[in-house]
Every structure is written in structure tokens, then in C-alpha cells.
């Protein structure tokens, strides 16, 4: 299954998200994506249990994955306002769907907490990245692509502040990517990471 939708999702990509049936083939994956965690859900009855069955990492790896191909589905229709004025609607809810999807891969994992955890490692770097819940580049990228979708969120909402009041875009994106940030300056710094677009973004939400 993941196999077959990595090699979809890359000709999705690749075909630009057509208007034609760029949804549908959209929907489509994000279903295929759901099915691990909603089959262990349903013969569990407890969605609490989830990450137990399919394990830390394949949890991870089925909400990035879906975060990450609405972060690519928005990204591009984000440079089409005829798009989104289109289906203004469905852009809203993929963007906030989107996320939620990747903050829920950043919460599967608990931080590393100062005290009364053993570390398998002597390098200060990583305990700092692990205290901030930072356990991959994944989670650098989850941080900074939810981030961006807050803002694009922002700016496509308008006036329609009631319709969408539960979903808190400027105090989510603020927090998300001053974690992003405080990592590139802190404990990634001269990694390679560049905090540019994070820092302009952050400022739209002062």
C-alpha cells in the first residue's frame, strides 16, 4: 500500500494537481492512507491503542505522508487564486486537514523531558532536538510545511473568521515555527538548515 501510493502521489505531483481530477486522485490516497489506522481502530475500538499496533514510526510515517501531500496540493494551488476562488471552501478545509495530520505525526513521539529519561547518547545536539520533540529531518520539515499552511490559511480566509474560529491558524503557526527556529538557531545551527522563510512567515502573525 505504501508503495503503490508513493509512486501515485509522484505522478500527482508531477501532473501539477489537474483541475480535471486532481481532487479526486487526492481523496483517493488520503483514503488509501487511512485504511492502516482506521481497520486497527476498528477491531480495537480504541483509537488510544493505534500506535501500539502499528508502532511509532509507521503512526509517523501515515500522517506525514497525508500532511505532507496536502502541503503539495495546497502549495500548488496556492499559486492560482482562479483555484482557490474556485473552490475556496475545500482549500480551507485541506489546509486546516493538513495541519492537523502533521501535528498529530509531531505528537506521536513524547519529548524527551530534562530528568528521568535515559539517553543512549552522549551528544548534547540530539538530547536537544529530542526535548524539543524533534526526532528526524521529518519533524523539521512537518514543523516548517504546517507552519506555512497556517499562513496560507491566513491569507485565503478573508473575512470568513466565524466559519473557521475553531482553528487557531496564527497561535498554531506561531508556536510551530518558533520550534522550527529556536532548533536552526539552538541546536541545528550551521547544519545547513536556514531559517529565512520560517522568520517572514512568523511575523504575519504578530
Not at 51 to 74: F, H, N, P, S
Not at 78 to 91: A, E, M, Y
Not at 146 to 152: D, H, K, L, P
Request: glycine fraction near 6%; include cysteine.
Amino acid at each position: 500500500m505504501l508503495d503503490y501510493t508513493f509512486y501515485e502521489e509522484n505522478r500527482l505531483v508531477d501532473d501539477d494537481f489537474p483541475v480535471t481530477n486532481g481532487k479526486e486522485r487526492l481523496h483517493k490516497l488520503l483514503v488509501h492512507l487511512d485504511k492502516p489506522q482506521k481497520l486497527v481502530s476498528e477491531v480495537l475500538e480504541s483509537h488510544h491503542m493505534v500506535v501500539d499496533i502499528l508502532g511509532a514510526e509507521l503512526t509517523e510515517c501515515l500522517l506525514w505522508r497525508k500532511g505532507a501531500l496536502l502541503y503539495m496540493y495546497c502549495s500548488c494551488i496556492n499559486k492560482d487564486q482562479s483555484r482557490i476562488s474556485g473552490d475556496k471552501d475545500s482549500f480551507l478545509q485541506f489546509l486546516i486537514d493538513g495541519v492537523n495530520y502533521l501535528q498529530g505525526m509531531l505528537k506521536v513521539r513524547v519529548p524527551l523531558k530534562d530528568e528521568g529519561n535515559e539517553v543512549s547518547t552522549n551528544d548534547n545536539t540530539t538530547v536537544q532536538l529530542l526535548q524539543k520533540g524533534i526526532f528526524s529531518d521529518t519533524h523539521m520539515l512537518a514543523l516548517m510545511y504546517a507552519g506555512e499552511m497556517c499562513y496560507w490559511f491566513n491569507q485565503a480566509r478573508g473575512m470568513e473568521s466565524e466559519k473557521y474560529g475553531s482553528f487557531q491558524a496564527s497561535v498554531t503557526g506561531r508556536r510551530l515555527l518558533n520550534t522550527y527556529i529556536d532548533a536552526i538557531k539552538g541546536p541545528l545551527k550551521n547544519k545547513g538548515w536556514n531559517s529565512e522563510r520560517a522568520e517572514e512567515l512568523l511575523k504575519s502573525f504578530s
